[in-house]
């Protein structure tokens, strides 16, 4: 079990343990449930806040890595969604009888989403730039991770493809209108782990929870008796007491919808 330890003062923090649940995931209920007790002067809040927020780090990572390619290196979007992290472990409340994860995904995903608002409303790169930035973007993540270092402009347009005088354009440009580092609190470290594929069924449960929420009792009823209890269109058409072939027409345009909803831009938001 991954621990957090820390300084405060010159003193050495106590470790702070960070159990695992059932499916091996980090299990915080604990910590959040004890740091909602503690009064704002308290010096165990730091530490359990910065176990939390260590442990779910790779959660971070896991919505960073759904908004790559736009033009943002990944390490920012990191930063970002750490910052919505921390926002999510100050403002949880654990006795609203929401899981953390469901409260914290649409809080990282919307800072992250404002993230590129902001930066969408400064000044625009020209269009043939913006063409080849995500290029750029890629290059130069790609080598740094080869390399171990920041490649060169020549190597970046070597790898890209591009003439060296039109990725010093890119890099400039993107310099230019770059906004002021956001520094994440002292205390959280990075973490590196291997990707967790359940987290894919968190951020589509979390997504999904309020678009369910807003549909009509019976269709809702329609999709967990489908979808939770197995039941055929046949048995669920007895059950509700209307018609297979109604019970058909319901799920098509119940699906339809729920699609459409799960996929509109700030469903995860909502």
Do not use: N, W
């Amino acid at each position: 079990m991954p621990d957090v330890g820390g300084t405060a003062g010159g003193q050495p923090h106590a470790r702070v343990e960070v159990g695992t649940d059932e499916t091996g995931r980090p299990d915080t209920d604990p910590l959040l449930a004890e740091l909602a007790g503690l009064p704002e002067t308290s010096p165990r809040r730091s530490e359990l806040r910065d176990a939390v927020v260590t442990a779910h780090l790779p959660l971070v990572h896991h919505i960073a890595r759904r908004f790559g390619g736009r033009g943002e290196p990944h390490d920012d979007l990191v930063q970002v969604g750490t910052i919505g992290l921390i926002k999510a472990v100050d403002r949880y409340e654990p006795g609203r009888g929401v899981p953390f994860a469901g409260y914290a995904v649409p809080t990282i995903t919307g800072e992250i989403r404002r993230h590129f608002r902001d930066r969408a409303g400064t000044v625009r790169l020209p269009r043939r730039l913006q063409e080849v930035q995500v290029s750029v973007t890629q290059a130069r993540e790609t080598l740094t991770h080869q390399l171990g270092r920041t490649p060169t402009v020549e190597e970046v347009a070597q790898h890209a493809g591009l003439d060296a005088d039109t990725v010093l354009e890119v890099l400039e440009s993107a310099y230019t209108l770059s906004t002021v580092p956001l520094d994440v609190e002292s205390g959280v470290g990075d973490t590196l782990g291997e990707d967790d594929v359940a987290l894919d069924e968190v951020l589509t449960r979390e997504t999904l929870r309020p678009v369910l929420a807003r549909l009509a009792p019976r269709e809702r009823r329609i999709i967990a008796l489908r979808f939770v209890r197995g039941m055929s269109q046949s048995q669920i058409a007895e059950e509700v007491g209307i018609s297979q072939m109604h019970v058909s027409r319901l799920l098509t345009k119940t699906l339809a919808r729920l699609r459409a909803e799960m996929t509109r831009p700030g469903a995860e938001t909502d």
